[in-house]
């Protein structure tokens, strides 16, 4: 593969110093190019601020910037506002800020701070936060400064994010081709190759499958559990790439990542207030850890059977009376895409000493485009938590913690990430995290745009269709979130299939059958699409293409009534009668549902429930251990598991038949 074109802007008001500078660094970039063969850096003139903004909005290969500061103030280019206007747009980019002796106090571009001030405490805080001062900052001497050294420094910079030190020394090993007496016992893959019963398994995986899948045996691969080498810097690039002040990768999904954290602030007990509509591993947190619930009741768009953020006045009242919380656990974005304005329920937390935990698990790729900005890092959240394979290029299960709180007990923390961690993790799952962050912090940018500019493709050819329909932030909102500053993640599309004559289970089918097609999710009228760096514009056509060919046709199946609607929303949280943890792990008994006649079983109203139940999809808890069991739970439950629309009820045991649920026994 040819050199990789770099993009360096070169910033100044001053004309002659540019174009000298300009010229040295052209001839510094060339000698370099004969020496290394990674990528070209090309630089770029920019007489202004706006220049620069303007090429940084246009062209994602740049990534670095050149700041000539003292021809800079005073200008219209102020350069405190440039900065944070850069912050804004790409986080990402290495700054050189070229500065004079006598660019002291006043003149410095942060309200009088000095130069050592600037180095000392934001430097700081863009390395802990990511959130005042954009990418890393090296200060040079704008007299002193020779164009090949700066050369060098811009290289160096964009070189140590291209960097990969896990995935490249997994490569190396891999390459080197060692003798494995060591685990596991395929031995990179020697124990299928030759195999005649299970070598196709060997061909179908590849070799490099095999040959990648290590143990700690290889010390050069450092230790998940304990790292100190190629692992902990991985993660260090992580944290500058994401944001965080420390990034720890998970190789057992966001599922434990949520269950680590809720651990780490509430493995003794303690209050949490969190969303109901909260993946099930924060309920089953809530349950092993012996935490006190505070439920905070989920929203309901029962036209399209979408749930939605909880309204910011809720929430306000439940940090309000429950100031003693320990936590706050909230989703954003959603399975179907809403984002919460997070900064004012951030502040209002910590105004009372709650920890704040935001699981972005479906919005790992939300810093690297300012569409996607404000993320949770962004808005102050303490702990975050994301599936880097859900919208980026790691694999499944990769995820990363990341963390941002002020009081952060790393060794601690450490301790409760081992309990869930294996000691055997999947070397090739830590790679791809590695190469996910470099593409991230490399190419997020352009990357994004690209897949915004699939994103506007697809709702506009859907929309041609004349049928099916991309459904906007004012179609899946409750009403009575309207005012809460709730945003969509346009690329997570929500097609309304009601005009077709099919109902979504029928289009999913028709398109993964007919058509080769295989979507993210349903409801009973609607159809999510995702858009992630993976697509592509002939996947685009060929989803285009189907549709319009579903829409002409009609009906898949004619005469056949289409499954009913998801049943009612959710009914009313009930009262907790005592812990989920004492619910759950107390002596219990089961006891059907219904009773002989098919009505409810009267007998099980007011018994509390030892499990959790959960209607799936979407996968919220009607039920929790340790709530009481009202009439209106008893009979949505007994609806959803008569109803035959494909819900599945995760908890509920059938025998002969019939629903059973264990409940506490008094």
């Not at 260090?236 to 269950?259: C, Y």
């Not at 509430?266 to 209050?271: E, R």
């Not at 592509?536 to 829409?551: F, G, M």
Request: charged share 20%.
């Amino acid at each position: 593969m040819s050199p990789q074109p770099v993009l360096v802007a070169v910033v100044s008001g001053d004309a002659p110093f540019r174009e000298q500078l300009l010229s040295a660094l052209a001839r510094g970039a060339a000698t370099d190019a004969r020496r290394h063969g990674d990528f070209d850096l090309q630089f770029v003139d920019c007489a202004s601020a706006a220049e620069l903004l303007q090429l940084a909005r246009e062209r994602g290969a740049l990534q670095a910037a050149v700041l000539d500061v003292p021809a800079l103030i005073g200008s219209a280019s102020d350069p405190a506002a440039l900065l944070g206007k850069l912050r804004a747009v790409r986080p990402e980019l290495d700054l050189f800020l070229m500065v004079g002796e006598e660019d002291e106090a006043g003149d410095m571009p942060d309200a009088g701070r000095s130069r050592a001030e600037m180095q000392g405490t934001d430097m700081q805080s863009a390395h802990m936060q990511g959130t005042d001062i954009p990418g890393r900052i090296e200060w040079l001497d704008r007299a002193d400064v020779k164009p090949s050294q700066l050369c060098r420094l811009v290289r160096g910079a964009i070189a140590r994010r291209a960097r990969t030190p896990f995935a490249d020394t997994l490569r190396d090993y891999v390459y080197s081709a060692k003798d494995a007496w060591h685990t596991p016992g395929h031995s990179g893959g020697d124990s299928l190759r030759d195999s005649p019963w299970v070598a196709d398994f060997y061909q179908l995986m590849g070799e490099h499958i095999f040959n990648t899948d290590l143990s700690v045996s290889v010390q050069s691969l450092d230790s998940l559990l304990e790292p100190h080498s190629v692992i902990q810097e991985a993660q260090e690039l992580a944290a500058e790439a994401f944001g965080a002040r420390h990034t720890f990768f998970v190789t057992n999904g966001t599922s434990t990542a949520n269950k680590v954290i809720v651990q780490h602030l509430l493995g003794a007990g303690g209050k949490v207030i969190l969303d109901q509509a909260c993946h099930k591993s924060v309920h089953h947190a809530v349950i092993l850890f012996g935490a006190e619930p505070v439920y905070l009741p989920a929203s309901v768009n029962s036209r399209y059977g979408m749930y939605g953020p909880v309204p910011k006045a809720a929430i306000d009242a439940a940090l309000e009376a429950h100031p003693d919380a320990k936590l706050l656990v909230l989703t954003s974005c959603t399975y179907d895409g809403f984002r919460y304005d997070l900064a004012p329920i951030v502040e209002a937390a910590h105004a009372r000493g709650i920890k704040v935990l935001i699981d972005e698990a479906w919005y790992a790729h939300g810093r690297a485009h300012p569409a996607f900005r404000p993320n949770a890092l962004d808005c102050g959240a303490d702990y975050v938590t994301q599936s880097t394979h859900k919208m980026l290029s790691a694999f499944s299960q990769a995820s990363m913690i990341h963390v941002a709180d002020p009081g952060f007990d790393e060794h601690r923390f450490r301790e409760n990430l081992n309990m869930h961690t294996s000691t055997s993790p999947q070397y090739a799952m830590i790679a791809s995290l590695d190469v996910a962050r470099k593409q991230l912090s490399l190419e997020g940018y352009s990357q994004l745009q690209r897949c915004l500019g699939i994103a506007a493709r697809l709702r506009e050819g859907i929309e041609r269709t004349g049928v099916f329909r991309v459904l906007g932030l004012a179609d899946m909102l409750p009403e009575s979130l309207g005012d809460d500053g709730i945003q969509l993640d346009p690329l997570k599309l929500s097609v309304d299939v009601s005009a077709s004559g099919l109902n979504a289970r029928e289009v999913q089918l028709a398109l993964f059958e007919d058509y080769g097609i295989q979507i993210e999710k349903v409801t009973h009228n609607t159809i999510t699409v995702l858009v992630t760096l993976g697509a592509t514009q002939s996947k685009v056509l060929r989803l285009l293409n189907a549709l319009q060919k579903l829409a002409a046709r009609g009906p898949v199946s004619e005469g056949e009534d289409s499954p009913p609607a998801p049943v009612s929303a959710l009914p009313p949280l009930s009262a907790f009668a005592m812990l989920p943890r004492t619910a759950f792990f107390g002596p219990s008994r089961e006891r059907p549902l219904d009773s002989e006649a098919g009505g409810i079983n009267e007998g099980l109203l007011g018994a509390v429930s030892a499990d959790q139940v959960v209607p799936y999809p979407p996968g919220i808890p009607a039920l929790n251990p340790g709530q009481v069991i009202t009439r209106e739970v008893a009979s949505y439950l007994l609806a959803q598991f008569r109803s035959g629309n494909g819900i599945e009820l995760h908890g509920l045991v059938e025998r002969g038949g019939r629903p059973w649920l264990r409940v506490v026994d008094a």
